[in-house]
């Protein structure tokens, strides 16, 4: 469905809004699919983010620095956002031997195997990019780097 039908609008200033609007639009059709399912999973999309983080460098543990680096979203209360995956058992949290000043998270067993109930549904919802031929999600990644700068 064309921007135009799905917001009922018929005329944009120019291209560059209709392509920013159509992005925004997209991006809360698609969050929202992922909130839902993340809920169903007592999760955030950071959570989530952050134990995909941890299952990549397990068995070894991550400082919050090294994880808030390559997250997608850069502004979360890592402190915060760990607390709530460590009450959930998701996560262990310990100071760092070497340097006392620094805390490491590493994913639990726990967490990794809600990590591989997901990762069925994951790639199920993914599939929303098969609409996409190869070049055209090539395209698409590519525009999309140009437009962050």
Not at 2 to 26: G, H, P, V
Not at 44 to 58: D, E, F, M, S
Not at 84 to 98: A, C, I, Q, W
Request: charge should be neutral; hydrophobic fraction near 35%.
């Amino acid at each position: 469905m064309k921007i135009e039908e799905a917001i009922k609008q018929k005329k944009f200033n120019n291209s560059q809004e209709r392509a920013w609007i159509n992005l925004i639009y997209t991006y809360n059709q698609l969050s929202g699919k992922l909130e839902e399912l993340f809920k169903r999973f007592d999760l955030t999309h950071q959570q989530y983010n952050v134990l995909r983080i941890l299952r990549g460098k397990h068995p070894e543990s991550a400082c919050c620095g090294a994880i808030k680096e390559v997250m997608l979203d850069k502004n979360p209360d890592l402190t915060r956002l760990c607390d709530r995956l460590l009450s959930k058992g998701l996560v262990d949290r310990f100071v760092n031997e070497e340097n006392r000043r620094q805390v490491n998270v590493g994913i639990t067993e726990k967490g990794l195997k809600l990590l591989e109930e997901m990762e069925p549904i994951m790639k199920e919802n993914s599939k929303i990019a098969e609409n996409l031929t190869e070049e055209e999600a090539n395209t698409l990644s590519d525009l999309l780097d140009k437009l962050r700068g």
